[in-house]
């Protein structure tokens, strides 16, 4: 039902003759619609926002057609400007709010709207999780044709702020000196982001040093126009329970001028530096490391550790960026995956195999499969470190791996996938469907293409349990989910 600003609007546009408060004959959808699409840029128009977009914009209609408005929240009713008018939707900004969201918020960060980094600062944390809950169900029902699906309440955080363990950042030079920070969306304008909200505190600190550092040492920053100059990222790690620190400096050269003031400059200035890296980038890429990594000082990764699993990061290793919240992920997932002690568990998409070790105390094997050598070398050592005499990992593809093993007498009865945003191979889907395992726990970044995968998961036998949001990224609009499906009979 339209709210009656809406209707209020819709009534000063209707055409000549007909009667205001007269019921709409049979044709007005497809009448409306058409004046959707007539929509030009620089009109203005009135929408009354249902949902947060996948991106943290406002979702509204306007005669049908959905309208795209950043910065608007659900519940708000808009008057908005008409940017642009694609066959599908509507992009608009905001003019003026005509009923404002008791959900919203002034937010604390100084840049916010303008980095990118967060999309949903001006929305108190209880609207955020709220609008997350309904970002996933609207995705079941639009792609999985799923109405009344069991979400369970999301997972957020008691403190939702401070909680990235790492940071990664450009540099530049700006009026007032060497800046760190992030580019502005669609834009090669580098944003300065000291004291970012959403990091640790330590890493912020680590971060306004360094870059003091290099300043007060004139060590050039890199320049991509003119493709002069050093240093062009800094990248910094804190371990939540180790309390160690490792800077890492991507540079575009190893020829490192001051190297030793450089050195003797950080450990001044951050009594919990660990460790020092360099790494060497020397192409213009959009890929931040390069193949060279050289250690300046201390030791050559820190420690760092999820519940009783401990890990040493080296300075491109991946770890999940929210330990937090990773614990209550992966503990959702045990618990989906209802390990008694006595099944096999393959780990698809394992990365370093964090999943996968999280799981194998509980299980009697458990395989990971990853494409990347490197994340699997890493996945191995992790297992050895940690006592996972039960848990192996293989390089190669999930869709490849999976038949040959079962084809050989190895059928998991539960499989674990943690692909990307972009999710499942199709490949691994059909080769899940003939292998049949009991359990199939899916992780997933993106509640659009979860919710397609599946969508062919229920075509071919299984059912749906329960689905568990988790926010592993408050003030953005990224959304984690584990979902068990059970192949049905059994």
Not at 218 to 230: A, D, F, H, M, T
Not at 335 to 340: D, F, I, M
Request: hydrophobic share 35%; with cysteine.
């Amino acid at each position: 039902m339209k709210d009656n600003k809406q209707q209020h609007f819709d009534k000063k546009i209707q055409t000549p003759g007909k009667k205001h408060g007269s019921k709409p004959r049979p044709k007005q959808s497809a009448a409306t619609r058409e004046e959707a699409d007539r929509l030009q840029a620089g009109d203005r128009i009135v929408v009354t926002v249902k949902r947060l977009g996948i991106n943290g914009e406002g979702v509204g209609y306007y005669r049908r057609k959905a309208v795209f408005i950043e910065g608007a929240i659900p519940g708000e009713v808009i008057k908005a400007e008409v940017t642009g008018v694609s066959d599908k939707f509507i992009s608009a900004v905001i003019k003026e709010i005509e009923k404002r969201s008791p959900y919203r918020v002034d937010a604390p960060c100084p840049v916010f709207g303008i980095c990118g980094g967060c999309q949903i600062q001006h929305l108190s944390y209880e609207g955020q999780l709220a609008g997350k809950e309904d970002m996933v169900r609207e995705a079941f029902s639009r792609y999985a044709g799923l109405q009344d699906m069991r979400i369970k309440p999301i997972l957020g955080m008691e403190h939702p702020w401070n909680y990235r363990n790492k940071a990664q950042l450009q540099l530049g030079m700006a009026q007032e000196g060497v800046i760190a920070g992030l580019y502005a969306a669609d834009s090669h304008k580098l944003i300065d982001i000291t004291g970012c909200p959403i990091q640790h505190p330590k890493i912020n600190e680590a971060v306004d040093r360094t870059r003091n550092v290099l300043q007060q040492l004139q060590i050039p920053v890199y320049r991509e126009k003119s493709n002069q100059g050093l240093v062009r990222t800094i990248v910094v790690r804190w371990g939540f329970q180790s309390e160690q620190l490792q800077v890492t400096l991507v540079t575009a050269s190893d020829k490192l001028p001051r190297q030793a003031e450089l050195i003797k400059g950080l450990r001044l200035a951050l009594p919990d530096l660990t460790s020092i890296a360099m790494n060497v980038n020397p192409k213009n890429t959009s890929l931040v490391f390069g193949n060279k990594t050289v250690i300046l000082w201390g030791e050559d990764s820190i420690r760092e550790s999820l519940g009783d699993l401990e890990f040493t990061l080296s300075p491109r290793a991946f770890f999940q960026l929210n330990p937090i919240q990773t614990v209550k992920l992966y503990e959702t997932v045990r618990a989906a995956a209802g390990l008694t002690g006595r099944e096999t568990v393959v780990d698809a998409y394992c990365g370093t195999g964090t999943i996968g070790l999280w799981l194998a105390p509980y299980a009697r094997e458990v395989r990971g499969i990853e494409s990347i050598p490197e994340a699997v070398e890493d996945a191995k050592a992790n297992a050895a470190r940690n006592g996972r005499g039960n848990a192996s990992f293989y390089a190669g593809y999930a869709e490849e791996l999976l038949p040959r093993w079962v084809k050989s007498g190895f059928a998991p009865d539960v499989i674990v996938a943690d692909p990307p945003r972009t999710g499942l191979d199709p490949r691994f889907l059909e080769a899940v469907l003939r292998t049949k395992p009991k359990r199939f726990v899916y992780v997933s970044c993106n509640p659009s293409t979860l919710a397609k995968d599946c969508k062919v998961l229920l075509d071919g036998g299984y059912a749906i349990d329960w689905v568990q949001p988790v926010d592993m990224f408050p003030q953005t609009s990224h959304v984690e989910c584990v979902i068990l499906l059970q192949r049905k009979n059994g």
